[in-house]
């Protein structure tokens, strides 16, 4: 029988389903960045919520859809889950956070960024990224 692995503060739960979702959405739409709402607690994704880039350039950026973050708020006030972070993609970069995402983060927020088919986790803690182990459940 094998032993369930202890979890430590930097480790954030991503299954994989997830991920895969992540990684097709980039894939398919290699010349702007997507993204989305990560839900869930703490540091345990239990749902991720795909959203349309509103951003005016989402070649370089990405701006998550009004809409889609105004009902995401809505429902974790009514008892559903909280929105924890998001995710997105760096079409022509790397799977770490650009001086872009430093300014728009919120501490404690996670940040999944996809880029090259490599995913990284990260959370903003007052004036920098941190880095997280992803853990697929």
């Known amino acids: 029988m094998r032993a369930a692995r202890q979890l430590r503060s930097m480790d ?11 990684r097709d959405a980039a894939h398919a739409t290699p010349d702007r960045e997507i993204c989305g709402l990560l839900l869930g607690e703490g540091l345990r994704v ?5 959203a349309a880039n ?3 350039d989402p070649a370089t950026g990405f701006e998550i859809d009004p809409a889609i973050l105004v009902t995401a708020h809505k429902t974790a006030r009514a008892g559903g889950p909280a929105i924890i972070g998001c995710y997105h993609s760096h079409p022509n970069g790397k799977a770490e956070p650009s ?10 927020s996670v940040w999944v960024i996809v880029a090259n088919g490599q995913i990284s986790a990260w959370r903003y803690r ?3 990224f941190e880095s997280l182990a992803i853990l697929p459940s």
């Open 126 to 128: 007052a004036d920098r």
């Open 99 to 108: 001086p872009r995402d430093a300014e728009a983060a919120e501490p404690g």
């Open 46 to 50: 239990t749902n991720i919520l795909p």
């Open 54 to 56: 509103s951003a005016p």
């Open 12 to 22: 954030l739960i991503l299954p994989l389903a997830f991920r895969a979702t992540m």
